[in-house]
Every structure is written in structure tokens, then in C-alpha cells.
């Protein structure tokens, strides 16, 4: 590979290497931004970090309400229970619960209320039977609560970044607000909420649009909170749990028949694409390509034909267009030859081959090989062809003419 072939290639890698260093550190700052759920500070009522919740509890506790911070699913089930429905269970990470345990969550007395932070459409499932996960975005956005929204009174908030749904054929009373991101359902007699981000809980965006207001909105419903703090998966116990008596299992025949789920493709997909394609536009403009075949133009200035022919040589050599560039050779030659019998310079075939036969004497095929014959398939055969049409118009053009030869 020569050194012009390679700075070549560079070329046309560069203009792509500024989008992908874009999206590469996007990525890594979103990666660095985002806040881990297995960091004991995580939306902790005793986390006085940026992801912590110390300010909230305080909050909260500043309006009365009582907080019991548990560290196990079953105890913080057990605590609701013992609250008699006058509580609500704030679950701020629901994929570590072990398996089963959210949906459990009907089994709770009536009137709790239960807030969800963030589930994706596995855990809303198994939470509740009317909602799922719709959309997930990349990054948090805000907005307001909406018209008719009376789930909580905050304004707007940092908390558009999962939204749910109601399934199809669910007669369930859903009320959504900000877009969809914070969902209230009634099942069961237990009432759900499902909060889209974990931001309006955290310490960092707690000073940002109303935050704080929301979250303060969500968790002081009731006058006891219980506050399940766990930051990792939870192992199964060896047994289940002792059965909660006075309350009727979840009738499976009345769950309502699910739409497909949400769509596979995230949402930053479709404009990653769009920012490939207009770079690629970007190149195309750059470099002038043509859309469309040649088109035939003057020369703006006067080129020696040595040089012509050399340059149009090299440009076929280096497409390895070895069959218009024989063919190129053919034709002039067949023009000469034409001239020099005595012919139109645009002969056919069936004319010119018996004229050059009486003239050299070769047989009809060998010259039709040489002026018509199929495209050289290497250089070599390139090569024997053109001497060929050399030597064949120099005979021709070069020997005299004798007094009653065919002209």
C-alpha cells in the first residue's frame, strides 16, 4: 500500500473521529453522572452524600411524619402491616427485593400507600396488573404536573425519565401526571405510585425546579413512612415468609389481557443515527461528489496530449479498468486502420476485417481477436493486446502501397 493510498483512507476516517469522540464522552459522563442504586448513600434517609436523602427525612420529619428506616423487605412489610394502613412503604430500589416480593405488595393492608422509584416494566409488572414501563430516556428531563393533575401539588420537577402506561383492557383508575412519569393506581384497596427518576429524592437536585416539593408531596400521605433502605439484591430465605391471614390473594382470573411491551430501542437511538447521517452528508458536500454520471466538459487550459494520455492511464490502471482501457486502444486503432484502406474511419466489422485480410494476409479470426476481442483479464494480457494493435497499425500504416493493390 503506497503512502498516498494511506493518508487516502485517513482522510476519509477523519471527519467520523470528532463524532465518535462526541459520543464517546457523552457516554462516559453519563456513566459517571448517574447514580449508582448499590451506593449505601443512595436515597438513604441517613445518606448525607449528593445521592443521599438525609435533607428529605428531615423534611418530612419537620411535618410530623414518622419514618422507620428498615434494611429488609420482609421486615419493612411486617412494619407496614403492623401500621394498619395508616403508612406508606417507599421503595426506592425495587430490583433488589428477592424474588417475588413486589408482588406481594397486594397482600398489604387497604389504604397503604406504596411509592416505587423508577421500576422498569419487569418490576411494574409484578407490582401492579393496570400499569407498565413505556419509554426510558437517557437523561432526566423537566416538566410541570399537567392539567387536572392532583396527585401531588409540587410544580414542576426533574422527573421525566421513565414513563408507564395503562394496559390495554385494564379498567383500572389511573391517574398520571408530569407526562406520565409520576402514575398513581388504586388496586386491591393498596394504592401504588410509581415515580419515573430518583432524582427529586436526591440531596443534588433537591434545590432544583420543585424537587424537594414533590418528593415531600409523595411521601407525606401517611403519617408513618417506612423507608426501605437495601442496596443489594437480596438472597431468597430457605422458607417463605409466614402467611398474612385476613387478607384475600390477588384473583389471578381478573388480571386484565397486556398490549405488547415497550420497545427495545432506546430513545438517544434515533438520533445517533441522525448525527451518522448528517456527518456522512457532511463528508459527501466536502469532497464534491457527483450525483450522476460524467458529464463531458472543456478543458479550462491547454494539456500536452503526452500528458493527457499518461494521466488517463494511470487512472485506469489504478481502477484496474483493464477492458475500456483496451477498448480505447482498439477503437483509435480501428480508425487508423480504416483511414489507411481506404475506408470510413467508422467501418464495421464485416467491412474492415476482409479489407485488413487482403492487406496482411492474417486469417478473419485472428483479427477480429485482436480488434474485437473479449476484455484482458490481467495486466499481462493487457499488455500482448496493445503491442498487437501496435504492430498490427504500424504494418499496415507503414508498408507502400502497390499500383493496383486494394485501397
Known amino acids: 500500500m503506497t503512502a498516498r493510498v494511506r493518508r487516502r483512507r485517513w482522510r476519509l476516517v477523519l471527519p467520523f473521529l470528532p463524532v465518535l469522540a462526541l459520543l464517546g464522552f457523552s457516554v462516559i459522563a453519563h456513566g459517571i453522572e448517574e447514580p449508582s442504586p448499590s451506593d449505601p ?77 423508577e421500576p422498569d416494566d419487569s418490576e411494574t409488572r409484578q407490582a401492579v396488573d393496570a400499569l407498565g414501563a413505556t419509554r426510558r430516556r437517557s437523561a432526566t428531563g423537566v416538566t410541570g404536573g399537567g392539567a387536572g393533575s392532583r396527585l401531588p401539588d409540587a410544580g414542576p420537577a426533574c422527573v421525566v425519565r421513565t414513563r408507564y402506561g395503562q394496559w390495554e383492557g385494564s ?126 466538459e472543456a478543458l479550462p487550459v491547454e494539456v500536452p496530449a503526452a500528458e493527457t494520455a499518461a494521466g ?14 483496451l477498448e480505447t486502444l482498439r477503437a483509435a486503432a480501428r480508425r487508423r486502420l480504416a483511414v489507411a484502406l481506404g475506408l470510413p474511419a467508422t467501418a464495421e466489422r464485416d467491412t474492415l476485417l476482409p479489407a485488413l485480410q487482403a492487406r496482411t494476409g492474417e486469417q478473419p479470426h485472428r483479427l477480429g481477436e485482436i480488434l474485437y476481442g473479449p476484455p484482458p483479464e490481467t495486466d499481462e494480457q493487457l499488455h500482448t493486446r496493445a503491442v498487437e494493435l501496435r504492430d498490427l497499425v504500424e504494418y499496415v500504416t507503414a508498408r507502400p502501397v502497390e499500383e493496383g493493390e486494394h485501397r
Not at 488517463?312 to 482501457?325: F, S
Open 41 to 117: 448513600a443512595y436515597l438513604s434517609p441517613a445518606g448525607s452524600g449528593p445521592d443521599g436523602a438525609a435533607g428529605l427525612a428531615e423534611q418530612l420529619r419537620a411535618r410530623g411524619v414518622t419514618i422507620h428506616r428498615v434494611a429488609g423487605s420482609d421486615a419493612a412489610l411486617d412494619a407496614v402491616e403492623a401500621a394498619g394502613g395508616d403508612a406508606t412503604l417507599f421503595v426506592p430500589t425495587p430490583g433488589y427485593p428477592y424474588r417475588g416480593q413486589l408482588s406481594r405488595l397486594s397482600l398489604l393492608p387497604d389504604r397503604t400507600r406504596v411509592v416505587l422509584v
Open 171 to 296: 379498567d383500572a383508575t389511573v391517574e398520571s401526571c408530569y407526562g406520565g412519569a409520576v402514575v398513581r393506581v388504586v388496586e386491591y384497596g393498596k394504592e401504588f405510585v410509581l415515580v419515573g427518576s430518583a432524582d427529586p429524592f436526591r440531596s443534588v437536585r433537591a434545590g432544583e425546579h420543585d424537587n424537594a416539593g414533590l418528593a415531600v408531596d409523595l411521601l407525606s400521605a401517611k403519617s408513618t413512612l417506612v423507608w426501605l433502605d437495601l442496596h443489594e439484591r437480596e438472597a431468597v430465605p430457605p422458607r417463605p415468609p409466614r402467611p398474612r391471614a385476613e387478607v384475600s390473594p390477588r384473583p389471578e382470573a381478573e388480571q386484565p389481557e397486556r398490549s405488547e411491551g415497550p420497545s427495545p430501542f432506546p430513545d438517544w437511538l434515533f438520533w445517533v443515527v441522525v448525527t451518522l447521517l448528517a456527518a456522512t452528508l457532511a463528508i459527501v458536500l466536502a469532497r464534491r461528489r457527483r450525483l450522476g454520471p460524467p458529464v463531458p
Open 312 to 325: 488517463r492511464g494511470r487512472l485506469y490502471r489504478k481502477v484496474r479498468a483493464r477492458g475500456p482501457a
